[in-house]
């Protein structure tokens, strides 16, 4: 896992498009690292998320409204104890943030 989360990314998230995390080229049988780097992403997203709500909060950007496809939850959920409780954090309260979320 050092590898993955040693270095800076050399790609940025943008929450002004549509949004793919392709994690193809983590081989399945790494899935503490398929789940980790989810958790990372879908962190991220979800923070970007958050920055741009108190933003618009105040009158700096427009509201918006997103909508959030968790695909392969269960790769995280499966993966060891405490992760259905992060995940639960990372998604409780989105509804009032103007997003919706799917698995």
């Known amino acids: 896992m050092g590898d993955t989360f040693a ?4 790609t940025h998230v943008s929450i002004t498009g ?4 392709d994690i193809s080229g ?8 398929k ?8 962190g991220e997203v979800f923070g970007a998320l958050a ?3 108190a933003l618009a909060d105040e009158g700096v950007v427009a509201q918006r ?6 695909d ?17 954090a990372l998604t409780r309260l989105n509804r009032q943030e103007g997003v919706g ?3």
């Not at 983590?26 to 690292?33: E, P």
């Open 26 to 33: 983590i081989s399945d049988s790494d899935a503490k690292l």
């Open 51 to 53: 920055a741009a709500q």
């Open 18 to 21: 549509p949004l793919c995390i």
């Open 72 to 88: 392969e939850l269960w790769r995280v959920l499966r993966s060891g104890p405490g992760l259905i409780e992060r995940v639960d």
């Open 101 to 103: 979320w799917r698995w």
């Open 7 to 10: 270095r800076k990314t050399t």
């Open 35 to 42: 789940a980790a780097v989810l958790l990372a992403c879908w």
């Open 65 to 70: 409204h997103w909508f959030i496809i968790l």
